[in-house]
């Protein structure tokens, strides 16, 4: 039996936003979504669960190691077009052409957000039918793998996020988990690692709401027009 991964994508993602109060409230049933979900190992969990307890516990010192480990670097960056545009006028029609993606699904991206910011994009992800959300995931999986392996070799628990959200769409781990830092390589700079990215665009129109999620949603259903009312 296949189980699904929409809430497993929603307390990820979750996971991966500024850790001030109000994101922290929600994470004792994000914990309890990840604790119970059969597709991420034993260890996996475990290391998901520590996590959680430490954003819970850490209060100013959790948001001062997040500034320091996503918001002062390239390599770990959240935003993915900055892996792949850097500063380029391409970042400004991709980030067009991703905030079209969503709209054709029926979803509105809060004005807040950007639409490259890797919680949104996995929000979106776990609104799409399995399948095309493993797809969608797929096109920027070599991204993440790159991000995935900055965290490790800075022996960061964030590492275990990132690593989540690949065994979750099936994509093939740089590192198992409870592995030592040491077996990862050096990172390849990433304007040779992938000069043509993936578009973003690979995800089914037919999103699909998920009920019960663990935590706020940042991508909001269309309303439906006038004339189809």
Not at 13 to 28: E, G, Q, S, T, V
Not at 213 to 219: A, G, K, L, S
């Amino acid at each position: 039996m296949k189980h699904g991964i929409s809430l497993p994508l929603r307390a990820l993602a979750h996971l991966l936003r500024y850790p001030d109060a109000a994101m922290r409230n929600p994470l004792p049933e994000v914990r309890s979504t990840l604790e119970a979900d059969p597709a991420l190992g034993k260890a996996r969990r475990a290391e998901l669960a520590a996590l959680a307890d430490r954003l819970l516990a850490g209060g100013m010192r959790a948001e001062a190691v997040y500034v320091d480990l996503f918001d002062r670097g390239r390599g770990t960056s959240l935003y993915l077009f900055e892996h792949v545009h850097g500063d380029s006028r391409d970042r400004g029609p991709a980030m067009v052409d991703l905030v079209k993606t969503y709209e054709q699904a029926g979803l509105l991206l809060d004005p807040s957000e950007l639409p490259d910011y890797l919680p949104v994009l996995l929000e979106f992800a776990s609104t799409q039918p399995r399948q095309e959300a493993c797809a969608f995931i797929g096109e920027f999986a070599h991204i993440l793998q790159a991000i995935a392996q900055t965290l490790r070799q800075r022996d960061s628990d964030y590492f275990s996020v990132i690593a989540a959200v690949l065994e979750l769409a099936g994509v093939k781990q740089l590192v198992p988990a409870g592995a030592s830092a040491g077996a990862v390589a050096e990172e390849e700079p990433l304007d040779i690692s992938w000069a043509e990215p993936a578009a973003f665009d690979g995800c089914s129109t037919q999103g699909q709401a998920a009920p019960n999620t663990p935590q706020p949603v940042h991508i909001h259903r269309r309303p439906p027009s006038a004339e189809a009312r």
